[in-house]
C-alpha cells in the first residue's frame, strides 16, 4: 500500500499516526536529485538498475526526470519498466537466461544483452544488429563483496567472445561490475584498462563500454564521492582507447534509489540495556544488513517527536519474528534513552530494502508514505 497523502517528513508522520507496523518513506525530490546527479556528471548513457529497487513510484519518477534507459534482469523487470516508461530502452545484462527468457526479451525488444560464456552466446543466435557486451571478471578490489565470483569471463574468454559477437553481425560491446559499494575510483580504472587490452588483442573495436553499477550509497561516515569516479571513468576510458573511445554506458542501482527512501520502525521491548526488539528485522526491510557493512544513518524519536539524546551505547537489535537468526549481524549504538515505543527512523534505505523484504510470520514493511 502507497500513501499518497502529501506529509512534511518522516518524524511528522510518525508522531501523527502512531503506527506500529514499519513503514517506508519514499521522497520523489529526493530522487529526482540523484538522477539529475548522475546525468549531469557520467560522461556518458545513464541507465537505472532496476533491481535495487523495482517499485512503480521509482520506475515513474526516473522515467519523468529523464532517464530513457534501464537495466534490466528478468522479464518482470522489463514488463515493470514497460509500464512506466513505454518507450525506454532496455539493456538486459543479467548473462544467464533461459531459452524462454531470452524468447520474452526479444519480443519486448530489448536493445543491448550480455554474455559471458559461449554457451550464453549461442542462445542469442540470430538477434541480428543487436549490442552483445562481453562481461568482464577481474581480481579487483575496493567493494563489499565481488560480483566476478558468479558472473564475468576471464581476459582470454572475453577476446573469444568478443570475436564471436562480431562474427555474428552484432554490435560489440563490454560491460563489468566493480562489486558492490564501491568507493574507490581506480577500480573502475583497472577494468577500463583491460577491456581496452582485450578489445585491442582481438582487433575489435567496440561500440560502448558500459563500466556497471557497484557506485556507493551514503551508508555511514561521509557521503561517497561520486564525481571522483566519473572523472577517473572519463580520464582512463580517454588514455586507454584514445580517439576511438567507446561510448561509456553506467547502471546504478543502489546509489541512485538509496537516499530517497527511509524507514520507520517502533521499539518493541528492551532487555536491559543490552538488547532491543524491532518492528522489523532481517526478514524485512532490513534484510541486506546481514550481508554488508551496517549503516550508522539512524535515529531515535520519542513518541512524541522529540530526538533521544542520551549517550550512543551499543544493543543486539532483534527483529520480531519468532526466528532466533531475526538479529542484527553488528550491535548498532542507540541513545542510552531510548524506551519502548520509540520510534528508529533508519535513512538511506532506497537499496534492495522492499525488494527483498519478506512478510515472514506477518511482520515486514507494508505500506510507503510519500513525504516531500
Same mark, same amino acid.
Given at each position: 500500500m502507497q500513501d499518497l497523502t502529501p506529509t512534511r517528513d518522516p518524524v511528522t508522520w510518525l508522531t501523527r499516526h502512531q503506527p506500529d507496523e514499519p513503514v517506508m518513506f519514499f521522497s520523489?525530490?529526493?530522487?529526482?536529485?540523484?538522477a539529475a546527479r548522475f546525468l549531469r556528471g557520467f560522461p556518458g548513457l545513464v541507465t537505472y538498475a532496476v533491481k535495487a529497487n523495482p517499485r512503480a513510484e521509482v520506475l515513474d519518477t526516473l522515467c519523468a526526470a529523464g532517464l530513457g534507459a534501464f537495466d534490466v534482469a528478468s522479464p518482470a523487470e522489463m514488463a515493470a519498466v514497460r509500464a512506466a516508461c513505454p518507450g525506454a530502452v532496455l539493456h538486459?545484462?543479467?548473462?544467464?537466461?533461459?531459452?524462454s527468457e531470452v524468447a520474452q526479451a526479444r519480443a519486448l525488444g530489448v536493445a543491448s544483452w550480455s554474455v559471458d560464456s559461449m554457451a550464453e552466446l549461442d542462445k542469442l543466435t540470430g538477434l541480428g544488429d543487436v549490442e552483445i557486451s562481453v562481461r568482464l571478471a577481474l581480481p579487483v578490489g575496493g567493494a563489499a563483496y565481488d560480483?566476478?565470483?558468479?558472473?564475468?569471463?576471464?581476459p582470454d574468454m572475453a577476446a573469444?567472445?568478443?570475436?564471436?559477437?562480431?562474427?555474428?553481425?552484432?554490435?560489440?560491446?563490454?560491460?563489468?561490475?566493480?562489486?558492490?559499494?564501491?568507493?574507490?575510483?581506480?577500480?573502475?580504472?583497472?577494468?577500463?584498462a583491460v577491456c581496452a587490452e582485450i578489445a585491442q588483442a582481438a582487433g575489435?573495436?567496440?561500440?560502448?563500454?558500459?563500466?556497471?553499477?557497484?557506485?556507493?550509497?551514503?551508508r555511514a561516515g561521509p557521503a561517497p564521492d561520486l564525481e571522483a569516479i566519473f572523472t577517473r571513468i572519463a580520464q582512463e576510458t580517454a588514455?586507454?582507447?584514445?580517439?576511438?573511445?567507446?561510448?561509456?554506458?553506467?547502471?546504478?542501482?543502489?546509489?541512485?534509489?538509496?537516499?530517497?527512501?527511509?524507514l520507520g520502525t517502533r521499539v518493541k521491548a528492551l532487555r536491559g540495556d543490552k538488547a532491543l526488539?524491532?518492528? +522489523?528485522?532481517?526478514?524485512?526491510? %532490513? &534484510?541486506?544488513?546481514? *550481508?554488508? =557493512?551496517? @549503516? !550508522?544513518? #539512524?535515529?531515535?524519536?520519542?513518541?512524541?517527536?522529540?530526538?533521544?539524546t542520551g549517550t550512543p551505547q551499543p544493543r543486539v537489535v532483534y527483529?520480531?519474528?519468532?526466528?532466533?537468526? +531475526?538479529?542484527?549481524?553488528?550491535? %548498532? &549504538?542507540?541513545?542510552? *534513552?531510548? =524506551?519502548? @515505543? !520509540?520510534? #528508529?527512523?533508519?535513512?538511506?534505505?532506497?537499496?534492495?530494502?522492499?525488494?527483498?523484504?519478506?512478510?515472514?510470520?506477518?511482520y515486514g514493511p507494508s505500506q510507503v508514505v510519500t513525504v516531500g
Open positions: 520523489p525530490a529526493t530522487l529526482r536529485d540523484t538486459y545484462n543479467n548473462p544467464v537466461r533461459s531459452r560480483f566476478g565470483e558468479k558472473f564475468g569471463a576471464d573469444a567472445l568478443l570475436t564471436r559477437v562480431v562474427q555474428m553481425g552484432a554490435r560489440p560491446a563490454m560491460t563489468f561490475h566493480p562489486g558492490t559499494q564501491c568507493a574507490a575510483p581506480e577500480a573502475w580504472a583497472r577494468y577500463i575489435v573495436r567496440l561500440a560502448r563500454l558500459n563500466v556497471g553499477g557497484g557506485f556507493a550509497a551514503h588514455r586507454c582507447f584514445g580517439p576511438e573511445a567507446p561510448a561509456l554506458v553506467c547502471e546504478p542501482g543502489r546509489a541512485m534509489v538509496n537516499d530517497s527512501y527511509s526488539f524491532l518492528n +522489523d528485522g532481517i526478514y524485512g526491510a %532490513l &534484510a541486506e544488513w546481514r *550481508d554488508i =557493512a551496517p @549503516g !550508522d544513518r #539512524v535515529q531515535v524519536i520519542a513518541p512524541d517527536g522529540t530526538l533521544r527483529g520480531p519474528t519468532c526466528d532466533s537468526i +531475526d538479529r542484527l549481524p553488528d550491535p %548498532l &549504538a542507540l541513545p542510552t *534513552d531510548t =524506551a519502548e @515505543g !520509540d520510534f #528508529v527512523l533508519f535513512s538511506g534505505m532506497g537499496a534492495y530494502s522492499l525488494a527483498l523484504a519478506t512478510r515472514f510470520n506477518g
